[in-house]
C-alpha cells in the first residue's frame, strides 16, 4: 500500500540504500567542503547505517533496501529520489545528471514489487524539497527543485496547497533547514528563510528553532516515526532537550559519519507508507 498524509503518522514502510559506494566528490554543501579531505569511513558509514535499519524494524517498520551501484556515490539519499503524498508515489526528476541514474534503479525495484508510481513533474523535483502536511504541501524552491515543477504539482493536487518556500542558497533542501514531527510541531533554521515565510510557518505551527552549531550537524534532519518518537543524532543535544520537553521520545542513534556528506536521518529514508 502506498500512503503518506504527513509527516508524522506511524512509519510502515521505508526505502532506503546502504552507503556501500558513498563518497564526498564534488562538493555541493557547506558540510562536505568541512570534510573533504577526511572523506567517508565506509565500514564505520555501513555499520551506522545498518544499526538505523535495526532501530527501524524494532518499531515494525518495513524496510525496503535498493541495490548499491558503485556508480553512485550519494545513494544513500533515497529521499531526494521521490515522494509520496496521499496515495501516490511520485519519482523524482534529479537536477544534476549524476544522480539520475538513481531514479532508475528505485523504479525497477518498484516495478519489481509491483509498487504502483507516478513519473515526475517535467522540471527538476527532488523529495528533500517536500514536506507533506495533510492539506499543505511544502516546497522548498532550492537549487535542486524548479517553480515550474512546484507549480506542476499543484496542478496534479487540486485538494491540496502546495506552497513554494525559497531557501537560502547555500542549504541544499527544505529538509535541511525545516522539518515537521507533528501537527503542531516543527524544527527550523530560521537564517534559511525570509522574515515573510518564518512567519507564515509560525502561524501554523510551534517551532522549535536550531542553532547554527546544530543545523552543521543536520540538527532539523530528524526522522518521525510516528507516535511522537523520533530519530536523532546524540550530538544534538538542544535539539534533542527540546523535544524531550515538548513530549517527544527521541531515539538517539550515531549517524556521525554518513552526515559529513551534508544528510542525515530524514535524507536517507524515502518513506511509502505511513498511518
Known amino acids: 500500500m502506498i500512503k503518506q498524509l504527513n509527516e508524522y503518522?506511524?512509519?510502515?514502510?521505508?526505502?532506503?540504500?546502504?552507503?556501500?559506494?558513498m563518497e564526498i566528490k564534488k562538493i555541493i554543501n557547506e558540510t562536505q567542503k568541512f570534510y573533504e579531505d577526511e572523506n567517508i569511513d565506509?565500514?564505520?558509514?555501513?555499520?551506522?547505517?545498518?544499526?538505523?535499519?535495526?532501530?527501524?524494524?524494532?518499531h515494525q517498520v518495513n524496510v525496503l533496501e535498493?541495490?548499491?551501484?558503485?556508480?553512485?556515490?550519494?545513494?544513500?539519499?533515497?529521499?531526494?529520489?521521490?515522494?509520496?503524498?496521499?496515495?501516490?508515489l511520485y519519482?523524482?526528476?534529479?537536477?544534476?545528471?549524476?544522480?539520475?541514474?538513481?531514479?532508475?534503479?528505485?523504479?525497477?525495484?518498484?516495478?519489481?514489487?509491483q509498487i504502483p508510481y507516478s513519473t515526475a513533474m517535467g522540471g527538476s523535483i527532488e523529495g528533500g524539497?517536500?514536506?507533506?502536511?495533510?492539506?499543505?504541501?511544502?516546497?522548498g524552491v532550492s537549487k535542486r527543485t524548479e517553480e515550474s515543477a512546484i507549480a506542476e504539482l499543484q496542478k496534479r493536487l487540486p485538494d491540496r496547497q502546495v506552497i513554494p518556500l525559497p531557501i537560502r542558497e547555500d542549504i541544499l533542501h527544505l529538509d535541511c533547514c525545516f522539518n515537521?514531527?507533528?501537527?503542531?510541531?516543527?524544527?527550523?533554521?530560521?537564517?534559511?528563510f525570509s522574515k515573510e515565510d518564518l512567519s507564515k510557518l509560525r502561524q501554523h505551527y510551534d517551532l522549535i528553532e536550531v542553532s547554527e552549531e546544530e543545523q552543521f550537524s543536520l540538527g532539523t534532519n530528524v526522522f518521525s516515526i510516528?507516535?511522537?518518537?523520533?530519530?536523532?543524532?546524540?550530538?544534538?543535544?538542544?535539539?534533542?532537550?527540546?523535544?524531550?520537553?515538548?513530549?517527544?521520545?527521541?531515539i538517539e542513534v550515531d549517524f556521525s559519519e554518513i552526515i559529513k556528506s551534508g544528510g542525515s536521518f530524514r535524507c536517507c529514508t524515502f518513506p511509502i507508507e505511513r498511518g
Not at 565506509?42 to 524494532?58: E, M, V
Not at 511522537?228 to 513530549?247: A, E, F, M, R
Request: contains cysteine.
Open 9 to 21: 503518522d506511524r512509519l510502515k514502510q521505508v526505502i532506503v540504500c546502504p552507503p556501500q559506494y
Open 42 to 58: 565506509i565500514p564505520i558509514a555501513l555499520k551506522q547505517h545498518q544499526h538505523f535499519i535495526d532501530t527501524l524494524r524494532k
Open 66 to 88: 535498493l541495490p548499491a551501484d558503485p556508480n553512485l556515490n550519494e545513494q544513500v539519499f533515497t529521499r531526494d529520489i521521490g515522494f509520496t503524498i496521499g496515495d501516490t
Open 91 to 113: 519519482t523524482a526528476e534529479m537536477s544534476r545528471d549524476i544522480r539520475k541514474a538513481e531514479v532508475n534503479t528505485l523504479q525497477r525495484v518498484l516495478d519489481e514489487h
Open 129 to 139: 524539497d517536500v514536506v507533506v502536511a495533510g492539506d499543505l504541501v511544502w516546497v
Open 180 to 192: 515537521l514531527v507533528s501537527e503542531t510541531t516543527g524544527l527550523i533554521y530560521p537564517q534559511a
Open 226 to 250: 510516528g507516535e511522537y518518537k523520533v530519530i536523532s543524532l546524540p550530538v544534538n543535544k538542544q535539539v534533542n532537550q527540546n523535544l524531550t520537553d515538548k513530549g517527544f521520545v527521541v
